[in-house]
């Protein structure tokens, strides 16, 4: 069974500077997809990024990239030039095969003006 | 065009009642999965229904169950509701095993 970890419970940015989640998780699989999540207080949840892990290079959209590091089976999740909508809890979540996810306990993200 | 729709919204009931949940898809999934978010944690989940039948289960009860209609609508069923059951239930949809679109989620009281 796959696990995800996420060991924050809680991070703290200003306005503007630049966030890291961590996120850990554990497979035996060898092809698999990983996500970042966001849910905002309207409680629906909302697709920042995805990495395939067969790619080697690192996932980007917008401000939002990540660092995976596929032999240590960390996907970390960087937040520049934050903004105060980015407000919410992060969820880093595993996809093997089918279309189950296996989500992390979450991050609270605060953005502070 | 319409995201996934989730009904109720929020709902109380008393331990041992039944409820039902439902969820319509976003135009063109022909995937449910529900998912059980209690508070402060990350959602578990419960199961995904593709063709009318449950394709893949996770780790809950048979008090658990659900159905998906041919117009791809589902809805899930919790019967002999435990305190435990509080959470927001979240459905999301997909078509096959695409990306998955979450709805809002419905809030279940349990007292």
């Known amino acids: 069974a796959q696990t995800v970890t996420q060991s924050q419970p809680e991070m703290s940015v200003q306005e503007a500077e630049t966030v890291t989640l961590s996120c850990t998780y554990d497979t035996s699989e060898n092809n698999y997809y990983l996500f970042w999540y966001k849910q905002p207080p309207s409680r629906q949840m909302i697709l920042v990024i995805r990495?395939?892990?067969?790619?080697?290079q690192n996932a980007t959209e917008n401000r939002f990239s990540v660092n995976f590091q596929k032999a240590a089976k960390s996907f970390s999740l960087k937040i520049s030039d934050s903004q105060l909508g980015d407000t919410a809890m992060y969820f880093c979540?595993?996809?093997?095969?089918?279309?189950?996810?296996?989500f992390g306990g979450g991050t609270r993200v605060l953005v502070k003006p | 065009d319409a995201g996934v729709t989730q009904s109720p919204t929020h709902l109380i009931k008393t331990r041992g009642q039944q409820v039902t949940l439902r969820c319509s898809p976003k135009s063109g999934h022909d995937t449910v999965s529900w998912y059980q978010q209690a508070l402060g944690q990350g959602p578990q989940f419960i199961f995904q229904?593709?063709?009318?039948?449950e394709r893949q289960r996770g780790n809950f009860p048979d008090r658990f169950s659900g159905h998906q209609f041919p117009n791809y609508s589902s809805e899930l069923n919790v019967n002999a509701l435990l305190l435990g059951d509080s959470a927001l239930y979240l459905c999301?949809?997909?078509w096959g095993t695409g990306e998955l679109f979450f709805g809002e989620g419905s809030r279940l009281t349990v007292l």
């Open positions: 229904y593709y063709e009318e039948e």
């Open positions: 990495q395939e892990a067969y790619k080697q």
């Open positions: 979540a595993f996809r093997a095969a089918g279309n189950k996810l296996t």
């Open positions: 999301a949809s997909s």
